[in-house]
C-alpha cells in the first residue's frame, strides 16, 4: 500500500470512529468533551505512526486536519475549549506547587 492509499484509508478510520462517537454523544452516552478527548488520543495515534513509517510532515499534516474537521463535527469550539482547560491546569498547577512548597 503506498502513502496515498494508507492516508485514504486512515482518513476513512478517523471519520467512522467520529461518526460513532458524535452518534454516542447524541444519544448521551458521551459528553462532548470525552469525545472530543477520545478522537484526538485516537488521531494522535495515527498520525505518530504516520511520522513513524513515512517521515513526511504532508502525510502528517493531512491526517491532522481531518483530524480537526471531525473535531470540530462534534465540538465547534473545542478549540476554545482546550485554551480553558489549559488555562485551569496552569492554574491549578501553580497552586499546587506553592501548596507544596509552603509545606517544604
Known amino acids: 500500500m503506498d502513502e496515498?492509499?494508507?492516508l485514504e484509508q486512515l482518513a476513512r478510520q478517523v471519520k467512522d470512529?467520529?461518526?460513532?462517537l458524535g452518534k454516542d454523544v447524541a444519544r448521551g452516552a458521551e459528553t462532548r468533551q470525552s469525545a472530543v478527548l477520545l478522537l484526538k488520543g485516537y488521531g494522535r495515534g495515527?498520525?505518530?505512526?504516520?511520522?513513524?513509517i513515512y517521515d513526511s510532515s504532508q502525510a502528517v499534516d493531512a491526517l491532522g486536519y481531518v483530524?480537526?474537521?471531525?473535531?470540530s463535527k462534534i465540538d465547534p469550539d473545542w478549540r476554545?475549549?482546550?485554551?480553558e482547560l489549559g488555562d485551569r491546569h496552569t492554574?491549578?498547577?501553580a497552586a499546587r506547587d506553592g501548596t507544596s512548597e509552603q509545606r517544604g
Do not use: N, P, W
Open 67 to 71: 483530524l480537526d474537521g471531525e473535531i
Open 17 to 20: 470512529y467520529a461518526k460513532g
Open 4 to 6: 496515498k492509499q494508507a
Open 46 to 52: 495515527l498520525i505518530d505512526a504516520v511520522a513513524l
Open 91 to 93: 492554574v491549578t498547577a
Open 80 to 83: 476554545e475549549h482546550d485554551r
